[in-house]
């Protein structure tokens, strides 16, 4: 019997040579597995430079047009003057390749490298630094155009289609099918309540605790683009506001002095309207249902283990205090 592969990792070695073969980069060292999450992340370590080579994962990127849209963003910021790993063309003048998996077409990117790193944002400082970052690149944002599409971040994304996959997978929980069910069409409501949040492109993962590299001098540069797309600006701020929630949950003064500091970056370079703000928690409690939608979506490749009763109980417990927040609605 012929077992079909829904998630394979590609070779370290052939990925090496087949980069040595296909861009001007000179002689490739090693290339070492860094990451899998929604790609499989590389670093490349040549003679002269270090990159990164990102391999999409073929059941979330099938359509190259849709990868193509993320490298035309990364060389707008580039061109406003925005630091960020961009992608860097092959020799056949190609900067997104389709790759033969045993699963099929995976699409393969070599980035330049982010230099610097990761800095928690523990204090005022560097979360006012971040909301600069962070306006610097919704600005830069605002001019961009191109020729392919990609899926939107509206109300489909963010709430219908994570909530098809929950219902689905906790069938066994009615009780909570129907709490998420009721939250989902809340949310709704409530986005639909506000009349002029800006829209535009989003970073789509601007939680603050990874894909920005800083410097000594204070520089950064931005990457890990992989979710950018057309969205609310309000639901990109979220993703900032609840990782600092997940992380200071206990100590509220500390999460309001880090929220304040970034509003502050932010508003130091562009417009942040009070609609966009108070609109927020809805985008937070967003964020929740969609990355919870996420998880149980990827059982097949990361498996169930961390993904039953205990997971689902801790979301749920979650979505239970929304239930004040919400004006008893739930």
Not at 33 to 60: C, P, Q, S
Not at 89 to 117: C, D, K, M, S
Not at 199 to 228: E, P, R
């Amino acid at each position: 019997m012929h077992f079909p592969v829904v998630y394979s990792t590609l070779c370290e070695q052939a990925l090496k040579e087949w980069i040595e073969e296909n861009y001007a980069v000179g002689k490739v060292q090693r290339v070492e597995f860094l990451l899998r999450g929604m790609n499989d992340t590389y670093k490349v370590h040549g003679d002269e430079a270090l990159y990164i080579f990102r391999v999409y994962r073929g059941d979330w990127r099938r359509h190259q047009a849709v990868v193509e849209f993320e490298m035309d963003f990364l060389l707008h910021l580039q061109a406003e003057g925005i630091s960020v790993s961009s992608p860097i063309t092959a020799l056949n003048g190609e900067r997104v390749h389709p790759l033969q998996a045993p699963e099929g077409i995976r699409f393969g990117v070599l980035f330049t490298y982010a230099v610097g790193e990761e800095r928690s944002i523990d204090n005022a400082d560097i979360s006012r630094l971040f909301g600069q970052a962070v306006a610097q690149l919704h600005s830069a944002a605002d001019t961009f155009t191109s020729s392919y599409e990609r899926p939107v971040m509206d109300q489909n994304y963010l709430i219908d289609k994570p909530l098809q996959v929950i219902a689905d997978l906790i069938q066994h929980r009615p009780a909570d099918v129907k709490k998420v069910m009721a939250i989902g069409s809340v949310l709704k409501e409530r986005i639909a309540q506000f009349s002029a949040l800006d829209w535009g492109v989003c970073h789509g993962d601007l939680h603050g605790n990874i894909n920005i590299s800083y410097s000594d001098n204070q520089m950064y540069t931005h990457y890990d683009f992989d979710l950018c797309g057309y969205g609310y600006r309000a639901y990109d701020i979220a993703q900032f506001r609840l990782a600092r929630e997940v992380r200071l949950g206990n100590e509220p003064e500390k999460l309001s002095e880090l929220w304040n500091a970034f509003l502050e970056g932010y508003r130091s370079v562009r417009q942040l309207h009070d609609e966009d703000i108070r609109a927020v928690p809805v985008f937070v409690a967003a964020r929740q249902l969609w990355l919870m939608g996420l998880c149980l979506h990827d059982l097949h490749i990361v498996g169930s283990l961390e993904s039953g009763d205990d997971f689902i109980d801790e979301k749920m417990e979650y979505f239970n205090s929304l239930s004040v927040e919400f004006a008893g609605r739930l």
